[in-house]
Every structure is written in structure tokens, then in C-alpha cells.
Nanobody, 127 residues
């Protein structure tokens, strides 16, 4: 069992940067791909980024490509999402999630492929 806790959200202005963190408990975190998702008010949860268990592969939604960067530190059981040049449309609750398939080579963009979820952290970008 893995528990995930996000932090780092807040209220920023358009063009600013934020760094979200996802802290994990459990010794198996380093074996799992980790994704970030977001949900804006009145909208469905959507994929943002995913990183492989080893950190060697990443995948991004087109809407954040070139602005966001996902990373992880398995020694510290953490994953991060660096968000630059934020836009008002990035406003949402951001969730980290882990796919519990050991050493998976597939980077899923569907939320249904993820087994462990954090409680989310609010990011609000004002114009």
C-alpha cells in the first residue's frame, strides 16, 4: 500500500511558477510510474504528466508541454511537477497518482490505470 500526499499549491498570477510535490509512503513507490492529473471546477479530471518508475521516460498533455516538467527522486520517495508560465486555464486541483504495476514500461494517460491517489492540492492562477 502506498499513500500519497501533495503539497505546493497556491494562488499565483499568470506567468508565475509553482512546484508541486508528491510525498509517498511505502517501500514500493520507486517501482511505480507516477502521474499528475488535474480537475477544474465543473470539469472531468484530466491527465497532465507521467514519469516512468526509473525516471527515464516522461509524457505530457499537449496543453502543458514545454511549460511543465515532471521529475522524481526515488531515494526520497518523492515526485514533483514544476509548472512554469502558468495560465488561468491551469487553475485546478492537482493530484498525483501511482500505477502499482511493478516496473511498468507503459506510461498511461488514463486515470483508470492508476491505483493510488493523493488528496489533491489547489492551484489558482489569476489573470
Amino acid at each position: 500500500q502506498v499513500q500519497l500526499v501533495e503539497s505546493g499549491g497556491g494562488l499565483v498570477q499568470a506567468g508565475d511558477s509553482l512546484r508541486l510535490s508528491c510525498a509517498a509512503s511505502g517501500s514500493t513507490f520507486g517501482s511505480y510510474a507516477v502521474g499528475w492529473f488535474r480537475q477544474a471546477p465543473g470539469k472531468e479530471r484530466e491527465f497532465v504528466a507521467v514519469i516512468s518508475w526509473k525516471g527515464s521516460s516522461t509524457r505530457y498533455a499537449d496543453s502543458v508541454k514545454g511549460r511543465f516538467a515532471i521529475s522524481r527522486d526515488n531515494a526520497k520517495n518523492t515526485a514533483s511537477l514544476q509548472m512554469n508560465n502558468l495560465k488561468p486555464e491551469d487553475t485546478a486541483v492537482y493530484f498525483c497518482a501511482a500505477d502499482r504495476t511493478y516496473y511498468s514500461g507503459t506510461l498511461y494517460i488514463s486515470e483508470y490505470e492508476y491505483d493510488y491517489w493523493g488528496q489533491g492540492t489547489q492551484v489558482t492562477v489569476s489573470s
